[in-house]
Nanobody, 121 residues
Framework: QVQLVESGGGSGQPGGSLRLSCAAS????????MGWYRQAPGKLRELVAA???????NYADSVKGRFTISRDNAKNTVYLQMNSLKPEDTAVYYC???????????????WGQGTQVTVSS
C-alpha cells in the first residue's frame, strides 16, 4: 500500500507564508509526478502546482510568482512554499503522487488526506 501524509497547514495572514509538506511511504517502486490541488467552498478542485521526477514544474496562473513546488526524491516528499498569501488562497490542499508499486506498467494516483489553509487578517 501507499500513503501520503501532509503537514504544514494552518492559518496565515495576507502577505505571509506557509510551507506544506507531503511524504509518500509504502510499497513505492517509483514516483513520476507529484503535485498539490486545492478546493475552496463552492469551487471546483483545481491544480495548484505539479512537479515531475525530472523537476519540470507547472503552476496555476493564480499562484505563479508566489508559490514554489519542490521535491526530495530520496525522501519521497513534495513541498509547497506559499509566499505572499492572499485570502483567495484559503482552501483545503491535497497532495497527490503518481506511483508505480512495481516494475509493471501500472501507475496510480494517490492522494493525501487534505490540509486546511486559511488566510485572513
Amino acid at each position: 500500500q501507499v500513503q501520503l501524509v501532509e503537514s504544514g497547514g494552518g492559518s496565515g495572514q495576507p502577505g505571509g507564508s506557509l510551507r506544506l509538506s507531503c511524504a509518500a511511504s509504502g510499497s513505492i517502486f517509483s514516483i513520476s509526478t507529484m503535485g498539490w490541488y486545492r478546493q475552496a467552498p463552492g469551487k471546483l478542485r483545481e491544480l495548484v502546482a505539479a512537479i515531475t521526477s525530472g523537476a519540470i514544474t507547472n503552476y496555476a496562473d493564480s499562484v505563479k510568482g508566489r508559490f514554489t513546488i519542490s521535491r526530495d526524491n530520496a525522501k519521497n516528499t513534495v513541498y509547497l512554499q506559499m509566499n505572499s498569501l492572499k485570502p483567495e488562497d484559503t482552501a483545503v490542499y491535497y497532495c497527490n503522487a503518481d506511483v508505480k508499486t512495481g516494475r509493471g506498467p501500472n501507475e496510480f494516483k494517490y492522494w493525501g488526506q487534505g490540509t486546511q489553509v486559511t488566510v485572513s487578517s
